[in-house]
C-alpha cells in the first residue's frame, strides 16, 4: 500500500502482471528473440535510467525478484496476473497460466490469477475451450487475458467479432468469469498492428453485457476510436498499461491522454497498471501521485486528478471489478510478512513527493 504522509493508506492493484520467461533457452525462432529485444525497447526507451534492468535480467527474473518489485518496493497490495502464450516464438509459451499460478501458490491473498484462450484452438486445443473449462475449475479464474494478434500457425490474428471467439465469450458468462482483458494498443514485433485494433470491442460489449471488458493500453495509438466506444459502452473499462510511464518520458503528453479519458470515460473506469516487469511499479506510483494536470488541460476539458480519482484509479476500480472487499483485504494483508518488509524498506528510503492536492 502506499502510505500518505497524514497516515492514509491508498490500496493499489497492479492490474496487469507477468512472470514470463523469454530467456535463449526458451526462444523457439528468431520471432522470440525480436519478441523480448521489442518488449526491453518499450523497457528501456520509457522508464528512468536508474529503473532500466540488464537485458538479461529482463529476459528471465526469478518469483523472488516480483515479489520484492511490487510488494515490498512496490506499494502494490494485490495483482492481477495475466498471460501471454506465444508458444509460436516460445518452446515453453511466454507467460502462461501456469506459470503465473506459481506466484498465486505462494501468495493467493496477494495475486489474482487469470486464464486465457484461443478461439483458433477448437475445443480441445492447448488454449480451446475444454482447457478454458479446465483453468476454472482448477484456479476458479475470475478473468482472461486476450491476445487478438496472436500468430498461430499460418493465422496472423483474430476478431472477438468471430462467431467462434463469441462461442468463447458465452463460455466466460456461463463459468461466471467476468473480467475479460483485451489488448488493443500499440504493436509488438513481429505481430501486425491492425490485429490490435480496437474496433471489434464495439460489437461484443454491447452483445455481452454481463462481462466486463477492459481494454488494455486504452487502445494506443487509436485512443480516440477507443473513447467513443467506452464512453457508450458501460461495461468497457481502461487499462493504464502503456500510458502510465509517458508520466517520465512524455509528461505532456501523458496530462493529454489522462484529460482525454477523464473526459470520456470518467474516473470510475481506469485501472491502474504497470505491466511489470516491462515497467515497475513503485516509480510509477510516486510519480503518479506527485502529477498534476497542467492548469489549460483542467480548464478545457473540465477534469482534474484530483486524490479521489487517483485513490480509484490506483485500486478502488479494480477492487469492485474484481469484488475485493477493501477494508478487509487491507486489514489482513497488514499482517503478513510482506507488509513488515515494505514498511522496513520505506523507511530506509529517501522522502518521496507528496501530492499537492492531498
Known amino acids: 500500500m502506499y502510505s500518505m504522509a497524514q ?7 497492479d492490474a496487469h502482471t507477468h512472470l514470463w520467461d523469454a530467456s535463449p533457452h526458451n526462444q523457439l525462432n528468431k520471432y522470440g528473440r525480436g519478441w523480448i529485444d521489442c518488449f526491453y525497447a518499450y523497457h528501456k526507451n520509457l522508464s528512468p535510467p536508474d529503473q532500466v534492468w540488464t537485458l538479461e535480467h529482463y529476459e528471465k527474473y526469478s518469483t523472488e525478484d516480483m515479489v520484492r518489485d511490487l510488494f515490498i518496493d512496490g506499494y502494490v497490495d494485490v495483482c492481477i496476473m495475466q498471460s501471454t502464450y506465444l508458444t509460436d516464438f516460445f518452446k515453453n509459451g511466454f507467460n502462461t497460466t501456469e506459470q503465473n499460478a506459481v506466484l498465486k501458490r505462494m501468495y493467493p491473498d496477494r495475486v489474482i490469477l487469470n486464464g486465457a484462450w484461443d478461439p483458433r484452438d477448437g475445443d480441445d486445443g492447448p488454449m480451446g475451450l475444454n482447457n478454458l473449462r479446465r483453468l476454472k475449475a482448477e484456479y476458479d479464474i475470475p478473468g ?6 496472436e500468430w498461430k500457425g499460418a493465422s496472423k490474428g483474430y476478431k472477438l467479432t468471430d462467431p467462434e471467439a463469441k462461442r468463447y465469450l458465452e463460455e466466460c458468462v456461463r463459468l461466471g468469469i467476468r473480467n475479460v482483458h483485451v489488448h488493443k494498443g500499440p504493436t509488438i514485433w513481429p505481430l501486425n498492428r491492425d490485429a490490435f485494433d480496437v474496433a471489434d470491442i464495439d460489437d461484443v460489449a454491447t452483445e455481452f453485457q454481463e462481462l466486463n471488458f477492459i481494454v488494455e493500453h486504452c487502445g494506443l495509438p487509436r485512443l480516440e476510436d477507443f473513447c467513443w466506444i467506452a464512453t457508450q459502452e458501460t461495461n468497457v473499462y481502461g487499462g493504464l498499461a502503456v500510458v502510465m510511464p509517458f508520466i517520465h518520458s512524455r509528461p505532456r503528453y501523458f496530462a493529454e491522454v489522462m484529460a482525454n479519458l477523464l473526459y470520456w470515460l470518467g474516473p470510475d473506469k481506469l485501472l491502474f497498471a504497470s505491466d511489470y516487469a516491462i515497467w515497475t511499479p513503485r516509480w510509477l506510483i510516486e510519480r503518479f501521485m506527485a502529477f498534476e494536470l497542467p492548469d489549460d488541460l483542467k480548464a478545457e476539458y473540465g477534469v482534474d486528478l484530483d486524490m479521489e480519482t487517483k485513490r480509484k484509479i ?12 477493501v477494508e478487509a483485504t487491507l486489514a489482513r494483508l497488514r499482517q503478513d510478512d510482506l507488509a513488515q518488509q515494505a514498511q522496513r524498506a520505506t523507511a530506509q528510503t529517501p522522502a518521496r513527493l507528496e501530492p499537492a492536492n492531498a
Open 7 to 13: 497516515g492514509e493508506d491508498i490500496f493499489v492493484v
Open 144 to 149: 482472461v487475458k486476450l491476445y487478438t494478434a
Open 314 to 325: 490506483l485500486g478502488l476500480n479494480a477492487a469492485r471489478l474484481y469484488g475485493l472487499d
